[in-house]
């Protein structure tokens, strides 16, 4: 009885241990996160201007996003295609991690280069890749045409149907140094005497991969797809300098509309009520992919 | 005993790292008294004058400070909006364009109109047109500080080689000089179009934006549709550069001072951008005319005064020192831009014929036709119906999709934002009503 109480008492500080250093983050996150989360659900159910009192509105903003606003619609699409990139620079990360995980000369110099992408400040990203994307003296114009993909230059960035596929694949370009190194981690961890026993058993490169590399990358995929969610979620400021949104609304995501809603037309109720769809939305997609993954994306074995 | 004391230095340390964590929720700057805080508009240059400014305002209250917040343009409404949300609105606000249409229909700014009656000959050192683009249901809400309006610059070099020998008179000609420029690399015109600056080339093709009761829109029409039409093929006839839709300023702005447009409809501000990125331009290579029709659109700034300010008076002398006399000149001279007080301006043309004489028959042309200026509806949801018409017509203008459609989409999606505001202000006022 005595031993069972220590115990009990041991669990019971540790407990309350480990509850005194969580709570300042926990402080803060209820504070920053959920409090304006919460506020914001609210603040999405009622007609509310800078100058007057709140009133309440029911659905309405809910039912004018989905019933009259066309530029609601083609920002969600546009954000689902925004993601589409993500398996794209996933598949080139894993390639390219397969590719610099081989024991080939300079391998270290190639992973920094790669990685190199990331850390780059997205709007300087933007703007480096808005000049090479120029109609008139852009370099990517200039080297489709001489080598002769096109005859005439092309407003990527004012064109209706090249602008967003610009941008995701600036998107692509700036993230797949993330996923290679979090792919190569992965990589790293599979130990080798797996790969000897499959030799053994007459198993070929094309078999080791589909049998043994991609099922135990499993959790390191479903990190990266993640984060290409949030990415896509979060691609605010290289939408913003690259092109605003436009051409029309074509390049519009749900983060650039919510800001355009709420700062440029001043309109903070709408904003919330598409700012919760967007976070509902985002919330789902996570837990799918997380449920996919088997509920462990990034999960690090312990034992 | 040990364990004692690391639980205890444990629990001191995580209410350190509480009280650090949260030490940011905390207001640590008490509200200062006697105070006026003025919101700027991309004036940081403006340092000096705007102490000469202050240093007048303390002749008159010794006893009031004044702060200056300054924002550039692109963050100015989100960091305004945030003031106000918090209830530490600025007492004095510097707005461009239209969006204190907004504010004043949501009872955010004071009526000047009694300050202005008051006020008799202060008022009238004013352009009576321009005091008008204040207006919204018969209350004044601003004052001019400076002001700009759009008119064609054109490349004299550009014109001598087409045959060109004057100015176009009518969107016709326009047009047909345009394609006449037209050449490789070259288009012969282009325009800015951020805010309402491209609706003069509807105005003068006789399409209104809204009826004249502000409840409907009015630009569904096949004239319209005959405009947008001939836009979009001189687009993609490369007359007009494509540029000239895509709401950007620096661009289009470099690409005629780089000698590659014949026509470019601006701001007067664009001209000195362009003296310092090249050496071409001179009085003889630089043509300053109207559009066709006279019609231009403005660009001007105002100072407003917030409606719960504390000192609605001060902020009133302040204003007027700002805006009239010796405030209005140093600020036109440091602009290169004219202000809403006429006497003033002459002063500042007289020292811009001293100093830079290419800037004068710019100027000039600013003075003139103040009574066909467009784009300066009294309307409350001017940014949205904005937001909304502009997106379409960039779509038929770049070809993508038809001048019909684009216009039909456009006009269901401003009617229901007019009709909107009906709603929610019925809404609110009946709430209101039954408390």
Known sequence: ?303 | MPFRASAAFTVIAALISTLLALSGCSNESEPVQNKIVVLTFNMPHYKDGFSRWVAEFHKLHPDIEVEQIDRKGSNWGAFYHTQVISGTAPDIIDTQGGAWLQYASQGGLLDLTPFLEKDAEFTANFYPELLQSWIYEGQNYGIPLYFTKTLLFYNKLMFQEAGITSPPNSFDQLMEYAYKMTKGEKSGFMTLNFDWLYWSLFAMNGIDLVTPDLRHAAFNTPKAIALIERLAKATKDGAISNISWTGRWVEPNSMFAAGQIGMLQAHSTALLWMLSNTSWINENTIGFAQMPGNWSTPNAHALHISADSKYPQAAWDFIKIATSGEGAYSLGISLNNLTGDRFVNEKILDYFSQTKPIVVPLLRTQQEHLNTLVGNWPLANDAEIKEALYPELQSALLNHKSAADALSRAEKKVNHILSRDDRTAQSQSSVSGGQ
């Open chain 1, 1 to 303: 009885m005595t031993v069972k109480f220590g115990i009990g008492n041991k669990r019971l500080r540790e407990s309350t241990l480990i509850w005194f250093l969580l709570f300042p983050s926990l402080a803060v996150f209820l504070l920053y996160r959920i409090l304006p989360l919460a506020w914001n659900g609210v603040l999405s159910l009622q007609f509310w201007s800078m100058y007057k009192p709140p009133r309440f509105a029911g659905l309405y903003h809910y039912k004018e996003l989905f019933l009259y606003d066309d530029v609601f619609r083609q920002s969600l699409w546009n954000t689902l295609l925004f993601m589409v990139g993500s398996p794209i620079g996933i598949a080139l990360g894993l390639m390219i991690a397969l590719l610099v995980n081989r024991p080939i000369f300079g391998r270290n110099i190639y992973r920094t280069i790669i990685f190199m992408s990331f850390p780059v400040m997205t709007v300087a990203t933007g703007v480096i890749w808005l000049w090479l994307f120029s109609e008139k003296t852009g370099l990517i114009n200039y080297f489709l045409m001489y080598i002769g993909l096109i005859d005439h230059s092309q407003p990527f960035l004012e064109d209706f149907n090249l602008a967003l596929p610009s941008i995701v694949l600036v998107s692509i370009w700036q993230v797949v140094g993330l996923y290679m190194i979090i792919i190569l981690t992965g990589l790293q961890n599979i130990p080798p005497s797996i790969y000897q026993a499959a030799k053994i058993d007459g198993a070929n490169s094309w078999q080791q991969f589909w049998l043994i590399t991609f099922p135990l990358l499993r959790p390191s995929i479903f990190l990266c797809l993640i984060i290409g969610i949030i990415n896509s979620f979060n691609a605010f400021d290289l939408v913003y300098v690259m092109t605003g949104g436009g051409p029309g609304h074509a390049t519009e995501l749900l983060i650039t509309y919510i800001y355009k809603t709420a700062f440029t037309l001043a309109r903070f109720d709408y904003a919330a009520a598409i700012t919760v769809i967007n976070f509902s939305l985002f919330l789902a997609l996570t837990w799918l992919v997380n449920r996919m993954s088997g509920g462990n994306a990034g999960a690090v074995e312990t034992n």
